[in-house]
């Protein structure tokens, strides 16, 4: 089975500051992990993925991650946060490449940038 | 990237009557395709996978007679709730995977808000 945590419910940091959102996962074999983002209202938005290779993912809106086998983590950060920023964000792993096996979420986190 | 499109976008329907959400793939082929719930403040919960031409695997706990996917093209995947109910009323995303080696990213659509009165 594969699962996903995301340890805080909201994070507040304000404009300007390094953010850090906080995943961490559970999967039988090779984690094929991603990050998203919701805005009120709306679906989903892709920001990145990490597949295979350099730790450390680069995303969308500046956005990155960085991928520690042994902590089982995919913790996103943003080195200098914005107000448009705030939204929900979700991480979600999947236990194979392809096929269909679907992507399993957290919970969530709600991000909160403070003007 | 890849756009997923959802119709209707917002739905208020009776109890007792069924109601039809569509999920396309704008721009690229689905071979597979998902249906998630969100309950507020809540993440997503996977309701189905189809994959075209074949029936929807459903996950515990979701009625198969009650929740109707149908996938008949690569491009359309159709969720129909049957006989709504109040606690029927969610936010309803679907999510659509591109069938070529390699492509490993799911796109999701804009969700559609049911309320059920």
């Known amino acids: 089975a594969q699962s996903v945590a995301q340890p805080e419910d909201q994070v507040k940091v304000a404009e300007g500051n390094p953010l850090t959102v906080k995943c961490t996962y559970s999967?039988?074999?090779?984690?094929?992990l991603f990050w998203y983002v919701q805005y009120p209202n709306r679906g989903l938005q892709f920001l990145l993925k990490?597949?295979?290779?350099?730790?450390l993912v680069k995303g969308s809106y500046g956005f990155e991650a960085e991928f520690n086998k042994s902590q089982t983590s995919f913790h996103l950060k943003k080195p200098s946060a914005l107000v448009s920023d705030s939204a929900l964000y979700f991480c979600?792993?999947?236990?194979?490449?392809?096929?269909?096996?679907?992507?399993?979420f957290g919970k969530g986190t709600r991000l909160s940038v403070i003007a | 990237g890849a756009v997923v499109s959802q119709h209707p976008s917002r739905v208020i329907c009776k109890s007792g009557t069924s109601v039809k959400i569509e999920c396309r793939s704008l721009?690229?082929?689905?071979?597979?395709m998902f249906w998630y719930r969100q309950f507020p403040k809540q993440s997503l919960m996977l309701m189905a996978t189809?994959?075209?031409?074949?029936?929807?695997?459903?996950e515990q706990g979701v009625e198969k007679d009650k929740f109707l996917i149908n996938h008949a093209s690569l491009t359309l995947s159709t969720l129909t709730v049957t006989s709504a109910h109040p606690e029927d009323s969610s936010f309803y995303i679907c999510?659509?995977?591109?069938?070529?080696?390699?492509?490993?990213?799911?796109?999701f659509g804009p969700g559609t808000r049911l309320t059920v009165l």
């Open positions: 999510s659509a995977r591109e069938g070529l080696a390699g492509v490993d990213t799911q796109y």
């Open positions: 999967v039988s074999g090779n984690p094929y």
């Open positions: 990490y597949i295979t290779g350099d730790n």
């Open positions: 979600a792993v999947r236990g194979s490449y392809s096929g269909n096996t679907p992507l399993v």
């Open positions: 721009d690229f082929q689905a071979t597979t």
């Open positions: 189809s994959n075209e031409g074949s029936k929807a695997t459903y």
